[in-house]
């Protein structure tokens, strides 16, 4: 069964410091993989998605995750944050059966937190 | 553009009470979907819909109705309000049947049941 994991609930880190966020996942066939964020009272915006070829994905605001195939991960990772980062986000993970179904499993968030 | 709206924003109803919440898009997305938020939980597909006159269940649908008589809405029904119901519900409309293409989210109705 498809799953997704965000070991990180909270997460603090100091302005311009670099952070990342853990994702991990598990499927038995080929998946998609997505990053959202959800600034305070908001829904939530696509930051990236792999879908196919480099496992080095970049999104906007300065994010990129890397699919680690044979550790079933998407990190996503930011250089050097800035107090405009402070939100929630959420990995994503969809799998399309042979039959065209979609199951799109979101993980249970992390809160992105930047300290003065 | 204003992308994928919700109302109402904010809602408080009694145990038993119905209700209906709005979703309107007006991107002419085929593909739309309602989702809860609860804490620790992530976000659960309740119902889809890949066009008009076609929906479908999602993961947790019981206690909801939802309808599509037309491209741009997309209600979503409570038909007795229960205290399980109190959550966080968004809407959100995709250009395709996958999230290939990425999901537009509203911002969200705070629903309490009490």
């Known amino acids: 069964a498809q799953s997704v994991t965000q070991l990180d609930s909270q997460v603090p880190v100091f302005e311009e410091a670099p952070v990342e966020l853990r994702c991990n996942y598990s499927?038995?066939?080929?998946?998609?993989l997505f990053w959202y964020v959800q600034y305070p009272n908001q829904g939530l915006q696509l930051l990236l998605k792999y879908l196919s070829g480099s496992t080095l994905v970049k999104g906007i605001n300065g994010f990129e995750a890397e699919f680690n195939k044979s550790q079933t991960s998407f990190h996503l990772r930011k250089p050097s944050v800035h107090i405009s980062d402070t939100a929630e986000y959420f990995c994503a993970v969809s799998e399309i059966s042979n039959f065209g179904n979609e199951k799109l499993t979101f993980g249970t968030g992390t809160r992105l937190t930047i300290i003065p | 553009n204003a992308g994928v709206t919700q109302t109402p924003k904010f809602q408080v109803l009694k145990t038993g009470q119905s209700m209906t919440l709005q979703c309107a898009q007006d991107m002419n997305h085929e593909y739309m979907s309602w989702y809860r938020q609860d804490p620790g939980m992530g976000l659960r597909l309740i119902h889809y819909?890949?066009?008009?006159?076609?929906?479908d269940q999602g993961e947790v649908p019981n206690g909801y109705n939802v309808s599509r008589s037309t491209t741009e809405d997309f209600p979503l029904r409570l038909l007795s309000a229960a205290p399980s119901q109190t959550s966080v519900y968004f809407c959100?409309?995709?250009?395709?049947?996958?999230?290939?293409?990425?999901?537009?989210f509203g911002s969200g109705t705070r629903l309490t049941v009490v």
């Open positions: 959100a409309s995709s250009d395709g049947a996958y999230s290939l293409y990425g999901y537009t």
């Open positions: 499927s038995s066939v080929s998946v998609y």
């Open positions: 819909s890949v066009g008009a006159g076609i929906t």
